[in-house]
Nanobody, 114 residues
Framework: QVQFVESGGGLVQPGGSLRLSCAAS????????LGWYRQTPGKQRELVAT???????YYLYSVKGRFTISRDNARSTVYLQMSSLEPEDTAVYYC????????WGRGTQVTVSA
């Protein structure tokens, strides 16, 4: 069984930055593709970014150039550096593997508002 604990969210003004962290547990997590997802009320969860064990990345088109995903395999931790935040980035952010397991953490709320 794997577990994910997300942190680092908060309230930020448009144009601001936040860094999200996710501690992943489970012996095989460090070997898998990890990803950040986000969800807003009434919408399906969407995949924002992924990173392979060796650092290959994917980004949702709307966050490309603004978000950077990274990981620390030794600590089983994945990060999401978010810059130039826009109100449309407001969501609860989750991490999981990609494709996702059935085990979701509580997520961390990111609110971008003036």
């Amino acid at each position: 069984q794997v577990q994910f604990v997300e942190s680092g969210g908060g309230l930020v003004q448009p144009g601001g930055s936040l860094r999200l962290s996710c501690a992943a547990s489970g012996s095989i997590v460090s070997t898998l593709v990890l990803g950040w997802y986000r969800q807003t009320p009434g919408k399906q969860r969407e995949l924002v970014a992924t990173i392979s064990r060796i650092g290959n990345t994917y980004y949702l088109y709307s966050v490309k150039g603004r978000f950077t995903i990274s990981r620390d395999n030794a600590r089983s931790t994945v990060y999401l550096q978010m810059s130039s935040l826009e109100p449309e980035d407001t969501a609860v952010y989750y991490c999981n593997t990609s494709p996702a397991t059935d085990y979701w953490g509580r997520g961390t709320q990111v609110t971008v508002s003036a």
